[in-house]
């Protein structure tokens, strides 16, 4: 029996729930026949706490009292690293700072496999990290930075491996879609929907990152990797959050059979690829439609499969630490011929505003005749099909009209021609930017 | 560049969608660097039909003329289990005869390894298969034996290893779902659905093994080996089908907000596992209740994690190729590593009457004063908590009162003492033998 040892660095959330089910299963997890998981070692800056918090024995953590040093941090760092037992580290410190980078090369280049959970550090460096891997013959493991317990990468990497795969549609950013499902189910606003989030726990004191589209922004860019072999940076594709959607879009979503959910998105076409992250109505019957909460939902679509789904948590201790327990598995099963290399097929990314989808535009017009013709002719004008045109969702003596339509596939550019054209016809018409919004089919 | 070479035996529809995707991809496969893969040979008794069929080159095919004998397939077959340039075979025959058994064992004996869509043979023989392949240091694979194109196998092999599975519920019989969905949707009668599915292709001539649950039954066989180790025989645990199912029963669950599936279900308690297919009311929220048409799904619940659905295509000819040829891919990667050991738990099966769950109970009764009260009495005395009372969904001239209650989680055994204790008090209650549907929750 060879033990396959492992050292976790950060023992928050999701380090403490990838050590306690180590832990749990001490005897149960055997990575292959002959091999046992060990957890040697673990490295926190506050280890009495951390171990006080997951009921972890204190001297599984490296260090002496409450707090480490600085000085104290790295030397126990640099142990880990010459510590020639250990076959893998375990990276959930999370942050994308260069000490933090240098460390996670340092794991590779000192001949250790290397597991990590930070998809922020990942859409930054996979390139570097990526490469410190084959030239050090080791793996990365990354299966939890990607929609937390769904297993999304092997999914990628080794289940779907018959098949080309055409597009990524999904919900990977709880938050956010945990605020949208509370406006969609209880009329609330944006504001109150956060704030309850916030008191239950869902969304954190501050959630830019999750609202603005950004974390959903970085696991996107991940799977434009590696499912397209696309070396995107942030700001490379559009990615916009969910704070402008109001109780009046989910209304007026709900009227014509959909929901508003932030949807990460990419499309392959001939050229390329199409890619963002945005809010997008989702028809009922479309299973992304039914994924409310926190859950998170992948769907990939691919030439011979027709595509699966995969439905699970993004998020929490014991659920983000079981998708870091299956890499530390696969890893300790297959070693170095774990790590995939990506291709890097040199297709590019395209500018969104060519894809083709059908859309609904939200307009907020001044309520006088005649301003729906002006808008629908120079919507026709541009080629676009109508599907539906719906009411006033405005009160009766409430001045403006709010109305929308759902448009047949045309691209956003053909959209923002026509909304051009109305307000150089009619400069009035509008008393908001029309809020234009793809429909995910 | 090594080559890894395919043969394939049997070239009907799943055989023939591997062969067109491996070829498809004849470049683009690789299976690691240095690997590529080679569809080397391809058996089939009615090689100028199969080639004709899925557009592959003749000379591909072994064998002269459009039929070969029996002589002749079995003297290719020895020359595709001699030939030591063959790596991997690929068996797509289909059947469970001791013929196909032998040449299965063979192909391991050979040093080739198996891969196998072929989930009657592994309902029947996954002991001896298993064994073969581990005594000759081999790999088998059979992803596309449940549930096609999902990787279900490697889902749970290869995934969701960080976590420790409980319960298996899954949708895995597409042909039954088409039926249901029309039966729900429609309000058709089972026989005009099944008229409709074969009329579309959805059900073979026939159907029964589709219908009975046979079929969904050996691949919940499968999974309770590779989920559970355990060694379950055709007949260990009670398998129904569709069609005693009504579309009285399917307008009664949509009342209760739930549709009516065909559910392959196994849950670990503490002292073993309790597994079934039969229908069951699926409710509104449960993801599988939104699964329609011919599409599979399964959800696998698990302590860390808290669970994952895997939504897809159990059928068709590229669909269930992309699993088989993600076997290939998988196998032409590790090697022997490929193949997993399963845990020989020692845990049993238990008596499904024993499993607690909600349920469902359809009456048919005398419509009679005072027979909903002799029937309730005779549930309440076994402490069974009545959830809903249905009213009855008979037309008011017609004789006899077809209504149901939905229970509080309790047993099947609790509900069939409670109906003996009312057909011995009121022999004539009774028009007909209650049906009693667990309720997935």
Same mark, same amino acid.
Request: proline share 4%.
């Given at each position: 029996m060879k033990n396959f040892k492992v050292a976790i660095l950060g023992c928050g959330t999701v380090g403490g729930g990838t050590a306690k089910i180590l832990r749990s299963r001490e005897a149960g997890y055997f990575a292959a026949p002959g091999i046992k998981l060990e957890l040697a070692r673990i490295l926190d800056k506050f280890p009495d706490a951390a171990s006080a918090r997951h009921g972890? &024995?204190?001297? /599984?953590?490296? @260090?002496? #009292?409450?707090e480490l040093s600085a000085e104290a941090l790295e030397a126990e760092t640099r142990a880990i690293l010459d510590d020639p037992s250990i076959d893998l580290v375990v990276e959930t410190i999370g942050g994308t700072s260069e000490g933090l980078l240098a460390t996670m090369l340092a794991v590779l280049g000192a001949g250790k496999h290397l597991v990590t959970a930070n998809k922020a550090m990942l859409a930054a460096h996979n390139g570097r990290i990526f490469a410190a891997a084959a030239e050090n013959s080791r793996a990365v493991g990354f299966e939890a930075a990607v929609c937390g317990a769904i297993p999304v990468i092997k999914g990628i990497n080794e289940c779907m491996t018959g098949d080309e795969i055409t597009s990524v549609s999904g919900i990977m950013n709880g938050t956010s879609n945990y605020i949208l499902s509370n406006m969609t189910r209880k009329g609330l606003s944006f504001a109150e929907a956060l704030k309850g989030a916030q008191a239950k726990g869902y969304?954190?004191?501050?959630p830019t990152l999750d609202i603005n589209g950004g974390d959903a922004g970085h696991k996107l860019l991940i799977l434009l990797k590696i499912v397209f072999g696309i070396e995107a940076k942030v700001g490379d594709f559009p990615v916009l959050g969910i704070d402008a959607i109001t109780a009046d879009d989910t209304g007026f979503a709900r009227e014509v059979g959909a929901v508003i959910k932030l949807i990460c998105h990419a499309r392959r076409e001939n050229e390329g690829v199409y890619a963002t992250v945005r809010p997008m109505l989702v028809r009922? #019957?479309? $299973? /992304?439609? *039914?994924? *409310? @909460?926190a859950t998170n939902a992948v769907s990939l679509t691919g030439a011979n499969s027709r595509g699966n789904v995969f439905i699970g948590q993004g998020a929490g201790s014991l659920e983000t630490g079981s998708a870091i327990v299956s890499d530390i598995v696969f890893i300790a099963r297959y070693g170095r011929d774990a790590m995939r290399e990506y291709p890097a097929g040199g297709i590019p990314l395209l500018d969104f505003d060519g894809h083709e989808m059908p859309y609904a535009v939200i307009f907020d017009t001044? *309520? $006088? &005749?005649g301003v729906t013709g002006i808008v629908t002719t120079a919507i026709g004008a541009e080629a676009i099909n109508i599907d539906t045109v719906s009411h006033n969702l405005r009160a009766e003596d409430t001045p403006g009209a709010l109305w929308a339509i759902t448009t047949k596939p045309c691209t956003m550019a053909q959209i923002k021609r026509a909304v051009d054209s109305v307000k150089r016809s009619t400069p009035r018409a509008f008393l908001a930017e029309p809020k234009i919004i793809p429909i995910l089919h």
């Amino acid at each position: 029996m060879k033990n396959f040892k492992v050292a976790i660095l950060g023992c928050g959330t999701v380090g403490g729930g990838t050590a306690k089910i180590l832990r749990s299963r001490e005897a149960g997890y055997f990575a292959a026949p002959g091999i046992k998981l060990e957890l040697a070692r673990i490295l926190d800056k506050f280890p009495d706490a951390a171990s006080a918090r997951h009921g972890l &024995p204190r001297e /599984l953590f490296a @260090g002496a #009292g409450a707090e480490l040093s600085a000085e104290a941090l790295e030397a126990e760092t640099r142990a880990i690293l010459d510590d020639p037992s250990i076959d893998l580290v375990v990276e959930t410190i999370g942050g994308t700072s260069e000490g933090l980078l240098a460390t996670m090369l340092a794991v590779l280049g000192a001949g250790k496999h290397l597991v990590t959970a930070n998809k922020a550090m990942l859409a930054a460096h996979n390139g570097r990290i990526f490469a410190a891997a084959a030239e050090n013959s080791r793996a990365v493991g990354f299966e939890a930075a990607v929609c937390g317990a769904i297993p999304v990468i092997k999914g990628i990497n080794e289940c779907m491996t018959g098949d080309e795969i055409t597009s990524v549609s999904g919900i990977m950013n709880g938050t956010s879609n945990y605020i949208l499902s509370n406006m969609t189910r209880k009329g609330l606003s944006f504001a109150e929907a956060l704030k309850g989030a916030q008191a239950k726990g869902y969304a954190e004191a501050d959630p830019t990152l999750d609202i603005n589209g950004g974390d959903a922004g970085h696991k996107l860019l991940i799977l434009l990797k590696i499912v397209f072999g696309i070396e995107a940076k942030v700001g490379d594709f559009p990615v916009l959050g969910i704070d402008a959607i109001t109780a009046d879009d989910t209304g007026f979503a709900r009227e014509v059979g959909a929901v508003i959910k932030l949807i990460c998105h990419a499309r392959r076409e001939n050229e390329g690829v199409y890619a963002t992250v945005r809010p997008m109505l989702v028809r009922e #019957g479309n $299973v /992304l439609s *039914d994924i *409310d @909460g926190a859950t998170n939902a992948v769907s990939l679509t691919g030439a011979n499969s027709r595509g699966n789904v995969f439905i699970g948590q993004g998020a929490g201790s014991l659920e983000t630490g079981s998708a870091i327990v299956s890499d530390i598995v696969f890893i300790a099963r297959y070693g170095r011929d774990a790590m995939r290399e990506y291709p890097a097929g040199g297709i590019p990314l395209l500018d969104f505003d060519g894809h083709e989808m059908p859309y609904a535009v939200i307009f907020d017009t001044e *309520d $006088v &005749p005649g301003v729906t013709g002006i808008v629908t002719t120079a919507i026709g004008a541009e080629a676009i099909n109508i599907d539906t045109v719906s009411h006033n969702l405005r009160a009766e003596d409430t001045p403006g009209a709010l109305w929308a339509i759902t448009t047949k596939p045309c691209t956003m550019a053909q959209i923002k021609r026509a909304v051009d054209s109305v307000k150089r016809s009619t400069p009035r018409a509008f008393l908001a930017e029309p809020k234009i919004i793809p429909i995910l089919h």
